[in-house]
């Protein structure tokens, strides 16, 4: 055979290509880091898998938590809801059988302070998510720290003095200034110290001290912060709940709770916290008294300051002198009797409706002056109402006052949109009522001065 018919492939062969196939050991060793990397996989998911697991048990005791509290708080709202009714349907029933002055008398007292109580209840609820997620703007002013403690204990002394507590104040030698809104931090105080009397036995005592001190990193001869302590020789708190205390609906003292929601420590740490402050839980443990402390930074006096820029209490009432034509728009026929009624003792004329439709058409007959309308009403609501009687120019002169249950910010935006002049929730003070008609009452006066001009 000769060459050319060997085949084509044989070229192929090297016979100097002496590389060895590969050996076992080879295999070996690439088996051996093929264990290793998954073994090492394997310990990478392992530990993912346990974080995990951990995150989902703590999700679980969290959410088990907060359903506990839930329940506490359901129960709570429950007691304190039924605590002020009570005395309500017991005044109701007293004055149904009795025609007697004496206890006539006493069942309006007791249905007045109840009926307080249950609105501070429904001012909680609403103040505490406000303030919890900073929904609230502050009208901070510097003023001196001695006028808002002085706020604070005439608003908290007459309950104070019910639980027969004696109160001990001490204010700094000198002025001591602090950039606050007077209101919010004196209701921060008022918290704390309604704290203190409702979980201390009668006879009990209450120390409000204030005081300049010096933090941390500060100069001696400098002190920039304002401390300011509440303590009591009340009921105490067990230390372990100390972390808690300022919870939400959380009451931590020891025994049943004792009225209220569990909502004044939280507002008032929100609104201390709001003011560029902090506060501090202190107690020694159960039966050994408790201690609040605040902490804000001090501000430089300033000789101009003026003090009745902290004059924020309540309005002082009003006389109204001219008679008003008032229009009363609500679907509960109980509200509109009673406030009716209310309306007439004042003096003024007053007339009804149920709907919207009704107010609409009571509006274009009467031109009152004053339209008090409710804005959930069935079918055609407030808004609606009060946006139809603004088409109207010819009905530019009644004074639209939004009167209802709804009070978040985005309601007084919706109700302002729609033309109301004012908005009130409900239930309506004396205070509030007598302001508004005094408004109306000027507003009146002014539409019927005739313009002066100079000749």
Request: aromatic share 2%; charged share 30%.
């Amino acid at each position: 055979m000769s060459d050319s018919t060997l085949p084509r492939h044989s070229a192929a062969i090297h016979p100097h290509d002496s590389s060895p196939p590969d050996s076992p050991s080879d295999f070996g060793r690439e088996a051996d880091q093929l264990l290793h990397d998954r073994e090492r996989e394997n310990e990478l998911l392992r530990r993912e898998l346990e974080f995990t697991r951990a995150q989902l048990q703590r999700a679980e005791a969290g959410l088990r938590e907060a359903d506990r509290r839930k329940d506490d708080f359901l129960a709570t709202l429950a007691h304190g809801l039924r605590n002020p009714i009570a005395p309500i349907r017991n005044a109701i029933e007293i004055m149904r059988l009795s025609e007697d002055p004496q206890n006539v008398g006493l069942a309006r007292d007791v249905l007045d302070r109840q009926v307080r109580q249950l609105s501070r209840i429904v001012d909680d609820l609403i103040d505490v998510n406000r303030i919890v997620e900073r929904k609230i703007d502050l009208r901070r002013t510097r003023i001196v720290l001695d006028t808002i403690i002085g706020m604070a204990v005439e608003a908290s002394r007459v309950y104070i003095e019910s639980c027969r507590h004696r109160l001990v104040v001490s204010l700094p030698p000198r002025p001591v200034y602090v950039n606050a809104d007077a209101g919010r931090l004196a209701q921060a105080l008022i918290n704390l110290l309604n704290n203190a009397a409702k979980y201390m036995n009668p006879g009990g005592r209450i120390w409000i001290t204030a005081e300049r001190v010096r933090r941390d990193g500060d100069p001696l001869s400098a002190p920039s912060e304002v401390r300011i302590s509440v303590r009591d020789i009340g009921i105490g708190v067990d230390p372990t709940l100390l972390p808690r205390v300022f919870d939400t609906f959380g009451q931590s003292g020891a025994g049943q709770p004792r009225g209220g929601l569990g909502t004044g420590l939280t507002l008032a740490r929100s609104l201390v916290e709001m003011h560029g402050g902090r506060i501090e839980a202190h107690s020694a443990g159960l039966g050994r008294g408790s201690e609040f402390a605040i902490h804000l930074p001090a501000v430089p006096p300033v000789p101009s300051v003026l003090h009745d820029e902290a004059e924020l209490g309540p309005p002082t009432s009003v006389t109204v002198g001219t008679r008003l034509r008032v229009l009363v728009v609500d679907d509960n026929a109980d509200q509109v009797r009673s406030l009716s009624t209310l309306l007439t003792l004042l003096g003024h004329d007053v007339d009804v409706a149920a709907d919207g439709p009704t107010a609409l058409e009571a509006v274009e007959r009467i031109r009152p002056d004053v339209a008090l309308i409710d804005i959930g009403l069935p079918g055609m609501s407030g808004n609606e109402v009060a946006r139809s009687i603004r088409e109207r120019p010819e009905l530019a002169g009644v004074f639209l006052v939004a009167q209802t249950g709804w009070g978040q910010e985005s309601d007084r935006e919706q109700s302002e949109q729609a033309g109301f002049a004012e908005h009130i929730v409900k239930p309506v003070t004396m205070e509030e009522l007598q302001r508004i008609l005094a408004r109306a009452e000027s507003r009146k006066r002014d539409r019927r001065t005739p313009e002066r001009r100079d000749v």
